[in-house]
Protein backbone atom coordinates (compact mmCIF):
# COMPACT_ATOMS: atom_id res chain seq x y z
CA UNK A 1 0.00 0.00 0.00
CA UNK A 2 1.29 3.63 -0.54
CA UNK A 3 2.31 5.75 2.25
CA UNK A 4 -0.60 6.46 4.81
CA UNK A 5 -2.64 9.40 3.49
CA UNK A 6 -0.75 9.72 0.17
CA UNK A 7 -2.82 8.70 -2.24
CA UNK A 8 -6.79 9.59 -3.76
CA UNK A 9 -8.48 7.01 -5.35
CA UNK A 10 -11.85 8.49 -7.95
CA UNK A 11 -14.39 7.04 -10.06
CA UNK A 12 -16.97 8.94 -12.10
CA UNK A 13 -20.47 8.04 -13.30
CA UNK A 14 -23.09 9.80 -15.27
CA UNK A 15 -26.70 8.70 -14.84
CA UNK A 16 -29.84 10.28 -16.50
CA UNK A 17 -33.47 10.89 -15.13
CA UNK A 18 -36.29 8.62 -15.94
CA UNK A 19 -40.30 10.02 -16.61
CA UNK A 20 -42.74 7.29 -14.84
CA UNK A 21 -45.57 6.32 -17.33
CA UNK A 22 -47.37 4.54 -14.62
CA UNK A 23 -46.57 6.68 -11.31
CA UNK A 24 -45.20 5.41 -8.07
CA UNK A 25 -46.78 7.50 -5.74
CA UNK A 26 -47.23 6.30 -1.84
CA UNK A 27 -44.80 4.57 0.25
CA UNK A 28 -45.75 1.21 2.31
CA UNK A 29 -42.58 1.84 4.23
CA UNK A 30 -40.70 4.98 5.01
CA UNK A 31 -37.49 3.97 6.22
CA UNK A 32 -36.79 1.39 3.41
CA UNK A 33 -38.61 3.19 0.66
CA UNK A 34 -41.68 0.46 -0.50
CA UNK A 35 -44.09 1.41 -2.74
CA UNK A 36 -47.70 0.12 -2.38
CA UNK A 37 -47.88 -0.20 -6.21
CA UNK A 38 -45.70 -1.29 -8.94
CA UNK A 39 -44.36 1.52 -11.63
CA UNK A 40 -43.31 1.53 -14.65
CA UNK A 41 -40.88 4.34 -16.23
CA UNK A 42 -38.87 5.22 -19.05
CA UNK A 43 -35.26 6.18 -18.85
CA UNK A 44 -33.82 8.88 -20.74
CA UNK A 45 -30.43 9.24 -23.18
CA UNK A 46 -27.83 9.67 -20.85
CA UNK A 47 -26.82 12.95 -22.78
CA UNK A 48 -29.63 14.69 -21.68
CA UNK A 49 -30.98 15.32 -18.39
CA UNK A 50 -28.63 13.41 -16.08
CA UNK A 51 -26.33 13.80 -13.03
CA UNK A 52 -22.80 13.24 -12.95
CA UNK A 53 -21.09 12.34 -9.67
CA UNK A 54 -17.52 11.62 -9.04
CA UNK A 55 -16.83 9.86 -5.68
CA UNK A 56 -13.24 10.01 -3.95
CA UNK A 57 -11.71 7.93 -1.46
CA UNK A 58 -8.47 8.74 0.90
CA UNK A 59 -7.04 7.87 4.10
CA UNK A 60 -6.55 11.88 4.22
CA UNK A 61 -10.31 12.50 4.51
CA UNK A 62 -11.45 12.82 8.28
CA UNK A 63 -15.22 12.31 7.37
CA UNK A 64 -17.83 12.21 4.54
CA UNK A 65 -18.50 15.02 2.63
CA UNK A 66 -20.92 15.93 -0.41
CA UNK A 67 -21.23 18.68 -2.53
CA UNK A 68 -24.43 18.88 -4.88
CA UNK A 69 -24.34 21.59 -7.72
CA UNK A 70 -21.00 23.10 -6.30
CA UNK A 71 -22.70 23.75 -2.75
CA UNK A 72 -22.03 21.48 0.09
CA UNK A 73 -25.15 19.22 1.31
CA UNK A 74 -24.94 17.43 4.27
CA UNK A 75 -24.95 13.54 4.69
CA UNK A 76 -26.60 12.61 8.05
CA UNK A 77 -30.06 11.89 6.61
CA UNK A 78 -30.77 8.24 6.81
CA UNK A 79 -31.06 7.88 2.85
CA UNK A 80 -27.65 8.85 2.16
CA UNK A 81 -26.61 6.81 4.84
CA UNK A 82 -28.53 3.76 3.67
CA UNK A 83 -26.50 4.00 0.23
CA UNK A 84 -23.11 4.37 1.97
CA UNK A 85 -23.63 1.74 4.40
CA UNK A 86 -25.22 -0.52 1.86
CA UNK A 87 -22.38 -0.40 -0.93
CA UNK A 88 -19.82 -0.36 1.91
CA UNK A 89 -20.97 -3.32 3.10
CA UNK A 90 -20.67 -5.10 -0.35
CA UNK A 91 -17.34 -3.64 -0.84
CA UNK A 92 -14.36 -6.19 -2.38
CA UNK A 93 -10.57 -6.07 -2.33
CA UNK A 94 -9.11 -3.81 -4.28
CA UNK A 95 -5.94 -3.15 -6.17
CA UNK A 96 -4.51 -0.66 -9.02
CA UNK A 97 -3.06 -1.38 -12.37
CA UNK A 98 0.06 -0.19 -10.88
CA UNK A 99 -0.04 -1.91 -7.63
CA UNK A 100 0.62 0.90 -5.60
CA UNK A 101 -2.65 1.07 -3.88
CA UNK A 102 -4.17 -2.30 -2.02
CA UNK A 103 -7.49 -1.96 0.09
CA UNK A 104 -8.62 -4.71 1.47
CA UNK A 105 -12.31 -5.45 1.97
CA UNK A 106 -12.38 -5.01 5.45
CA UNK A 107 -10.08 -1.54 4.98
CA UNK A 108 -13.34 0.10 3.02
CA UNK A 109 -15.20 0.74 6.28
CA UNK A 110 -13.01 3.12 7.58
CA UNK A 111 -12.01 5.15 4.51
CA UNK A 112 -14.05 8.11 3.99
CA UNK A 113 -15.68 9.69 0.99
CA UNK A 114 -16.01 12.82 -0.76
CA UNK A 115 -18.81 13.02 -3.25
CA UNK A 116 -19.47 15.84 -5.77
CA UNK A 117 -22.69 15.88 -8.22
CA UNK A 118 -23.29 17.94 -10.97
CA UNK A 119 -26.98 18.17 -12.56
CA UNK A 120 -27.23 19.47 -16.08
CA UNK A 121 -31.02 19.57 -15.37
CA UNK A 122 -33.57 21.96 -12.60
CA UNK A 123 -32.89 20.20 -9.54
CA UNK A 124 -35.89 19.59 -6.96
CA UNK A 125 -38.19 20.75 -9.82
CA UNK A 126 -40.65 17.85 -10.60
CA UNK A 127 -38.02 16.11 -12.97
CA UNK A 128 -36.86 13.03 -11.49
CA UNK A 129 -33.29 15.01 -10.21
CA UNK A 130 -33.25 12.17 -7.50
CA UNK A 131 -33.69 9.67 -9.32
CA UNK A 132 -30.98 10.35 -11.54
CA UNK A 133 -28.83 11.57 -8.11
CA UNK A 134 -29.49 8.65 -6.32
CA UNK A 135 -28.30 6.14 -9.20
CA UNK A 136 -25.33 7.38 -10.23
CA UNK A 137 -24.32 7.57 -6.24
CA UNK A 138 -24.89 4.25 -6.10
CA UNK A 139 -23.66 3.19 -9.11
CA UNK A 140 -19.98 5.07 -8.95
CA UNK A 141 -19.52 4.63 -5.18
CA UNK A 142 -20.10 0.57 -6.29
CA UNK A 143 -17.73 0.35 -9.09
CA UNK A 144 -14.98 2.61 -6.88
CA UNK A 145 -15.83 -0.02 -3.94
CA UNK A 146 -15.54 -2.64 -6.54
CA UNK A 147 -18.55 -3.77 -5.48
CA UNK A 148 -19.79 -7.13 -7.79
CA UNK A 149 -23.46 -7.37 -7.21
CA UNK A 150 -25.91 -7.26 -10.32
CA UNK A 151 -28.09 -4.35 -11.62
CA UNK A 152 -30.89 -5.94 -9.59
CA UNK A 153 -29.16 -5.36 -6.11
CA UNK A 154 -27.65 -2.06 -7.06
CA UNK A 155 -31.45 -1.03 -7.72
CA UNK A 156 -32.55 -2.21 -4.51
CA UNK A 157 -29.80 0.16 -3.08
CA UNK A 158 -30.68 2.87 -5.24
CA UNK A 159 -34.10 2.69 -4.27
CA UNK A 160 -33.22 3.11 -0.58
CA UNK A 161 -32.22 6.19 -1.64
CA UNK A 162 -35.08 8.00 -3.76
CA UNK A 163 -37.95 5.42 -4.85
CA UNK A 164 -37.80 6.59 -8.38
CA UNK A 165 -33.62 5.90 -8.50
CA UNK A 166 -34.06 2.58 -8.91
CA UNK A 167 -35.19 2.38 -12.12
CA UNK A 168 -32.61 4.38 -13.23
CA UNK A 169 -29.98 1.76 -13.13
CA UNK A 170 -31.49 0.63 -16.84
CA UNK A 171 -31.85 2.06 -19.62
CA UNK A 172 -35.15 2.15 -21.91
CA UNK A 173 -38.34 0.80 -20.79
CA UNK A 174 -38.53 -0.53 -16.88
CA UNK A 175 -40.33 -1.81 -14.24
CA UNK A 176 -40.13 -1.58 -10.63
CA UNK A 177 -41.54 -4.28 -8.87
CA UNK A 178 -42.96 -3.26 -5.78
CA UNK A 179 -42.05 -6.73 -3.75
CA UNK A 180 -44.16 -8.73 -1.16
CA UNK A 181 -41.61 -9.15 1.84
CA UNK A 182 -40.99 -6.82 4.96
CA UNK A 183 -37.32 -6.39 4.13
CA UNK A 184 -37.58 -5.15 1.08
CA UNK A 185 -35.08 -7.07 -0.62
CA UNK A 186 -37.58 -8.03 -3.75
CA UNK A 187 -38.26 -4.35 -4.28
CA UNK A 188 -35.89 -3.87 -6.98
CA UNK A 189 -36.43 -2.64 -10.74
CA UNK A 190 -35.93 -4.71 -14.08
CA UNK A 191 -35.54 -3.88 -17.68
CA UNK A 192 -38.61 -4.56 -19.86
CA UNK A 193 -37.03 -3.75 -22.92
CA UNK A 194 -33.78 -1.71 -24.37
CA UNK A 195 -33.11 1.39 -25.60
CA UNK A 196 -33.02 0.60 -29.47
CA UNK A 197 -36.98 -1.50 -28.66
CA UNK A 198 -39.12 1.56 -29.80
CA UNK A 199 -36.68 4.26 -30.95
CA UNK A 200 -39.50 6.04 -32.99
CA UNK A 201 -40.51 7.62 -29.41
CA UNK A 202 -39.56 11.63 -29.03
CA UNK A 203 -40.07 13.03 -25.54
CA UNK A 204 -40.48 16.48 -25.41
CA UNK A 205 -39.99 18.29 -21.85
CA UNK A 206 -40.97 21.52 -21.65
CA UNK A 207 -39.75 23.12 -18.53
CA UNK A 208 -42.24 25.53 -17.09
CA UNK A 209 -40.58 26.55 -13.93
CA UNK A 210 -36.72 25.26 -12.98
CA UNK A 211 -37.65 26.39 -9.45
CA UNK A 212 -37.41 24.07 -6.59
CA UNK A 213 -40.62 22.82 -5.53
CA UNK A 214 -42.17 23.68 -1.96
CA UNK A 215 -43.19 20.53 -1.31
CA UNK A 216 -40.69 17.54 -2.25
CA UNK A 217 -41.91 14.03 -3.50
CA UNK A 218 -41.11 12.72 -0.46
CA UNK A 219 -43.72 14.51 1.68
CA UNK A 220 -46.12 15.07 -1.14
CA UNK A 221 -47.24 11.03 -1.32
CA UNK A 222 -46.99 11.41 2.27
CA UNK A 223 -49.69 13.62 2.63
CA UNK A 224 -51.38 11.88 -0.01
CA UNK A 225 -51.22 8.37 1.65
CA UNK A 226 -52.82 10.13 4.89
CA UNK A 227 -55.65 12.12 3.11
CA UNK A 228 -56.16 10.96 -0.43
CA UNK A 229 -59.46 7.99 -0.42
CA UNK A 230 -58.09 7.66 -3.84
CA UNK A 231 -55.14 6.00 -3.05
CA UNK A 232 -55.44 2.37 -1.78
CA UNK A 233 -58.04 2.09 -4.60
CA UNK A 234 -55.64 3.33 -7.32
CA UNK A 235 -52.79 0.80 -6.11
CA UNK A 236 -54.96 -1.89 -5.18
CA UNK A 237 -57.16 -1.99 -7.87
CA UNK A 238 -56.38 0.61 -10.45
CA UNK A 239 -52.94 0.14 -11.29
CA UNK A 240 -51.89 -3.80 -11.33
CA UNK A 241 -54.18 -4.14 -14.39
CA UNK A 242 -53.09 -0.98 -15.91
CA UNK A 243 -49.30 -2.15 -15.42
CA UNK A 244 -50.04 -5.21 -17.27
CA UNK A 245 -51.43 -3.20 -20.08
CA UNK A 246 -48.71 -0.80 -19.96
CA UNK A 247 -46.14 -4.21 -20.18
CA UNK A 248 -48.43 -5.43 -23.48
CA UNK A 249 -48.44 -1.63 -24.92
CA UNK A 250 -44.48 -1.45 -24.82
CA UNK A 251 -43.81 -5.08 -26.11
CA UNK A 252 -46.03 -4.28 -28.89
CA UNK A 253 -44.92 -0.96 -30.07
CA UNK A 254 -49.05 0.04 -29.38
CA UNK A 255 -48.82 4.10 -28.96
CA UNK A 256 -52.56 4.52 -28.88
CA UNK A 257 -52.40 1.75 -25.91
CA UNK A 258 -49.28 3.63 -24.43
CA UNK A 259 -50.57 6.93 -24.45
CA UNK A 260 -54.24 6.10 -23.24
CA UNK A 261 -52.35 4.60 -20.01
CA UNK A 262 -49.92 7.13 -19.69
CA UNK A 263 -52.58 10.08 -19.79
CA UNK A 264 -55.00 8.34 -17.38
CA UNK A 265 -52.45 7.81 -14.93
CA UNK A 266 -50.85 11.05 -14.77
CA UNK A 267 -54.28 12.47 -14.47
CA UNK A 268 -55.41 9.73 -11.42
CA UNK A 269 -52.03 10.46 -9.78
CA UNK A 270 -52.59 14.23 -9.99
CA UNK A 271 -56.28 13.39 -8.49
CA UNK A 272 -54.52 11.95 -5.58
CA UNK A 273 -53.27 15.26 -4.33
CA UNK A 274 -56.38 17.17 -4.81
CA UNK A 275 -57.67 16.68 -1.64
CA UNK A 276 -54.15 18.02 -0.27
CA UNK A 277 -53.09 21.59 0.90
CA UNK A 278 -50.50 21.97 -1.90
CA UNK A 279 -49.94 22.67 -5.40
CA UNK A 280 -47.99 21.57 -8.01
CA UNK A 281 -49.32 23.95 -10.72
CA UNK A 282 -49.06 27.23 -10.81
CA UNK A 283 -52.33 27.94 -12.86
CA UNK A 284 -55.33 25.59 -12.82
CA UNK A 285 -56.95 24.11 -16.07
CA UNK A 286 -60.61 22.77 -17.02
CA UNK A 287 -61.05 20.88 -20.34
CA UNK A 288 -64.82 20.39 -20.99
CA UNK A 289 -66.19 17.59 -23.85
CA UNK A 290 -63.96 19.28 -26.52
CA UNK A 291 -60.39 19.87 -27.20
CA UNK A 292 -60.08 23.90 -26.12
CA UNK A 293 -58.54 24.48 -22.92
CA UNK A 294 -59.78 26.85 -19.93
CA UNK A 295 -56.82 28.37 -18.00
CA UNK A 296 -57.05 29.85 -14.35
CA UNK A 297 -54.76 32.04 -12.98
CA UNK A 298 -54.49 33.26 -9.69
CA UNK A 299 -53.10 36.68 -10.07
CA UNK A 300 -52.06 39.69 -13.04
CA UNK A 301 -48.85 38.38 -13.17
CA UNK A 302 -48.93 35.01 -13.66
CA UNK A 303 -51.49 35.58 -16.32
CA UNK A 304 -49.56 38.10 -18.21
CA UNK A 305 -46.62 35.74 -18.34
CA UNK A 306 -48.69 32.97 -19.14
CA UNK A 307 -50.70 34.89 -21.60
CA UNK A 308 -47.30 36.11 -23.43
CA UNK A 309 -45.43 32.42 -23.59
CA UNK A 310 -49.78 31.31 -25.12
CA UNK A 311 -49.95 34.08 -28.09
CA UNK A 312 -45.81 32.84 -28.71
CA UNK A 313 -46.91 29.53 -29.20
CA UNK A 314 -50.58 29.85 -30.33
CA UNK A 315 -50.42 33.44 -32.67
CA UNK A 316 -53.95 34.37 -32.65
CA UNK A 317 -56.81 34.04 -35.50
CA UNK A 318 -59.03 35.99 -33.47
CA UNK A 319 -57.94 40.01 -33.35
CA UNK A 320 -60.25 40.67 -30.74
CA UNK A 321 -59.16 38.54 -27.44
CA UNK A 322 -61.18 39.74 -24.96
CA UNK A 323 -64.05 37.84 -24.82
CA UNK A 324 -62.04 35.11 -23.86
CA UNK A 325 -60.41 36.42 -21.12
CA UNK A 326 -62.65 36.92 -17.98
CA UNK A 327 -61.05 39.08 -15.49
CA UNK A 328 -58.81 42.44 -15.57
CA UNK A 329 -58.58 43.28 -19.44
CA UNK A 330 -55.62 45.32 -18.77
CA UNK A 331 -53.01 42.50 -19.29
CA UNK A 332 -53.80 42.22 -22.80
CA UNK A 333 -51.96 45.04 -23.38
CA UNK A 334 -49.54 44.19 -20.67
CA UNK A 335 -48.63 40.94 -22.89
CA UNK A 336 -48.26 42.78 -25.82
CA UNK A 337 -51.93 43.27 -27.46
P1 LIG B 1 -37.25 15.69 -8.01
O1 LIG B 1 -38.63 15.87 -8.56
O2 LIG B 1 -36.26 16.57 -8.70
O3 LIG B 1 -36.83 14.25 -7.97
P2 LIG B 1 -37.36 15.35 -5.14
O4 LIG B 1 -38.06 16.17 -4.13
O5 LIG B 1 -37.86 13.97 -5.34
O6 LIG B 1 -37.35 16.18 -6.49
O7 LIG B 1 -35.82 15.17 -4.78
C1 LIG B 1 -34.91 16.23 -4.68
C2 LIG B 1 -33.76 15.79 -3.80
O8 LIG B 1 -33.00 14.75 -4.44
C3 LIG B 1 -32.72 16.88 -3.55
O9 LIG B 1 -33.13 17.71 -2.51
C4 LIG B 1 -31.50 16.03 -3.16
O10 LIG B 1 -31.58 15.58 -1.82
C5 LIG B 1 -31.65 14.80 -4.04
N1 LIG B 1 -30.79 14.94 -5.23
C6 LIG B 1 -31.05 15.66 -6.35
N2 LIG B 1 -30.02 15.57 -7.23
C7 LIG B 1 -29.09 14.78 -6.63
C8 LIG B 1 -27.79 14.31 -7.03
N3 LIG B 1 -27.26 14.63 -8.21
N4 LIG B 1 -27.11 13.52 -6.17
C9 LIG B 1 -27.66 13.17 -4.98
N5 LIG B 1 -28.87 13.57 -4.54
C10 LIG B 1 -29.58 14.37 -5.36
C1 LIG C 1 -44.21 11.64 -9.24
O1 LIG C 1 -38.81 8.88 -5.99
O2 LIG C 1 -38.82 11.38 -5.78
O3 LIG C 1 -41.96 11.25 -9.89
O4 LIG C 1 -38.94 7.91 -2.91
O5 LIG C 1 -39.62 9.85 -1.51
O6 LIG C 1 -37.56 9.99 -2.92
P1 LIG C 1 -38.94 9.40 -2.77
O7 LIG C 1 -39.82 10.00 -3.96
P2 LIG C 1 -39.49 10.11 -5.50
O8 LIG C 1 -40.99 10.16 -6.10
C2 LIG C 1 -41.24 10.14 -7.46
C3 LIG C 1 -42.67 10.45 -7.73
C4 LIG C 1 -43.02 10.68 -9.18
C5 LIG C 1 -43.50 9.41 -9.86
C6 LIG C 1 -42.45 8.39 -10.25
O9 LIG C 1 -41.31 8.76 -10.55
O10 LIG C 1 -42.81 7.21 -10.33
CO1 LIG D 1 -37.76 12.69 -6.96
Redesign the pocket.
Known sequence: MAPEGQWILMATGRSPT???V????G?RDEAL?LPVND?I?VTLDPDHLSATTTVAVSPSFPSDRMWLNGKEISLSGG?FQSCLREIRKRACDFEDEKKEIRIKKEDWENLHVHIASYNNFPTAA?L?S??AGFACLVFTLGKLMNVKEDYGQLSSIARQ?????C?SIYGGFVK?CMGKKDDGSDSMAVQLADEAHWNDLVIIIAVVSSKQKET???SG?QNSVETSPLLQYRAQTVVPSRVMKMEEAIKNRDFASFAKLTCADSNQ?HATSNSVEYFYWQVAYTFDAGPNAVLISPNRKTATLLLKKLLYCFPPQDKDLSSYLVGDKSILSDAGL
Not at 161 to 165: I, P, V, W
Open positions: NIAIKYWKISSRGASAGSGSARWSSTMF
